[in-house]
């Protein structure tokens, strides 16, 4: 966190039924990324009094990035501050209607998201006992904590291309996720998980994880047609290939020369990569999607319980592109025993298997693959927010060219 400098903040409000009463001066937030809006809440609070929903992102002065700089957000109000408190809004409307602005992104949203947690608590005796909490909001995720009468459940809301999460955790190992308190479309109550988050664990617990998701892998083979019932993305050659075409196509010319011949060579060859990925042994199955210490929480001890959180990017595929979010995610002294430990797990799994040159194989892919994904934010998002996501399809592309 300390190579990012600090936010510089400044609120547009409106009022619940999304008139624009003006803007807050700005005021300094330490935490640096953009979509954690908790301690956004608490300095308007400190230095304003007013209590605000933040609703989306306007802009963001530094670009492409998730963290530090001059950001500005549209917040929502149900008491309005002080009229000395407030300088005009000069800007464009920023609730003006824009086809993929996310429902909890809107005035109104919020409010009506923890309407449908109280009720889904009220029905099985587990009502909220105080103010709900807002930890993070963009377009992957808002996300919510509530204090219940014995203890604390998280809401989390998502975009449609997310929406099947619910129904995957209904399906998956509930020893190896979250507890899920209820479920309903794009929304999810899941129950409070002891411990922390996994970001810079130690390399006994990176192995604990990937043991756990290459279980789930293994359970999952023979069920990728439920996947297929879901409508999870699918990343099996059949869908990938002509999948990577497209994308090459429309990110060409933002790319440099160079790098596009390459890429144009990596598609044209998909086919037979396949083949000699399924040559290897390892099937295809459960894919989590975006596979980092981050999106797992529990005991930071060797021998502790976690849970795998985040399960709205799961799709088909091979098991090993899971790799790809994880190795840029740890530090590099733990890349080479933490693949290592991966592959062996494999090996035991299916004995005969070759996850050493699946995983050679697969290197450019699972980076073609990353930028697809980044792509198709890109394309079911608004533009406002475009700013999270933008350098990154290109970013993802320069590296499956170098795999080549």
Not at 9 to 20: I, K
Not at 279 to 294: E, I, Q, S
């Amino acid at each position: 966190m300390t190579d990012y400098p600090p936010r510089h903040v400044t609120l547009v409000l409106c009022d619940q039924l999304g008139s624009v009463l003006g803007a807050l001066p700005p005021f300094e937030v330490l935490l640096p990324w953009r979509q954690e809006v908790r301690d956004v809440v608490v300095g308007a609070r400190t230095a304003y009094g007013v209590e605000v929903t933040v609703l989306r992102l306007l802009s963001a002065a530094d670009g492409w990035g998730v963290a530090g700089g001059a950001v500005t957000y549209l917040a929502e109000v149900a008491l309005a501050p002080s009229a000395a408190d407030l300088v005009p809004w000069r800007g464009a409307d920023p609730v003006a209607e824009q086809p993929f602005r996310l429902p909890y992104a809107r005035p109104g949203g919020p409010a009506a998201d923890l309407a449908w947690a109280d009720t889904a608590l009220g029905l099985i005796g587990r009502e909220r006992v105080g103010p709900a909490e807002q930890l993070r909001t963009w377009n992957l995720s808002s996300i919510w904590r509530l204090p219940v009468v014995d203890g604390l459940v998280w809401l989390k809301v998502v975009p449609p291309f997310f929406a099947h999460e619910g129904r995957m955790l209904q399906l998956l190992d509930p020893s190896v996720v979250p507890p899920l308190v209820a479920a309903g479309g794009p929304r999810v109550l899941l129950d409070d998980v002891p411990g922390e988050d996994h970001w810079g664990a130690a390399l006994p617990v990176l192995q604990r994880l990937v043991g756990m998701l290459v279980r789930l892998q293994v359970e999952w083979v023979d069920r990728v047609g439920e996947l297929e019932g879901l409508g999870a993305p699918d990343w099996r050659v059949e869908s990938f290939v002509p999948a990577a075409q497209r994308l090459v196509d429309v990110c060409a010319d933002q790319l440099d020369v160079e790098v596009v011949r390459r890429l144009r060579v990596l598609v044209a060859g998909l086919p037979g990569r396949f083949a000699a990925v399924a040559a290897c042994g390892l099937p295809d199955t459960l894919v989590h999607g975006d596979f980092h210490p981050g999106n797992a929480c529990g005991s930071p001890a060797a021998d502790g319980h976690s849970v795998l959180l985040d399960w709205g990017d799961c799709g088909i595929g091979h098991p090993l592109l899971d790799q790809a979010a994880t190795i840029g995610s740890i530090a590099p002294g733990q890349r080479e025993p933490l693949l290592a430990h991966w592959e062996g797990l494999w090996r035991e799994a299916l004995p005969g298997s070759d996850p050493s040159r699946a995983a050679a194989l697969l290197e450019p892919v699972r980076a073609l693959r990353q930028a697809m994904v980044y792509r198709m934010f890109l394309d079911n998002i608004e533009p406002d927010e475009h700013v999270y996501h933008s350098g990154d399809p290109g970013l993802w592309l320069a590296r499956a060219a170098a795999a080549v």
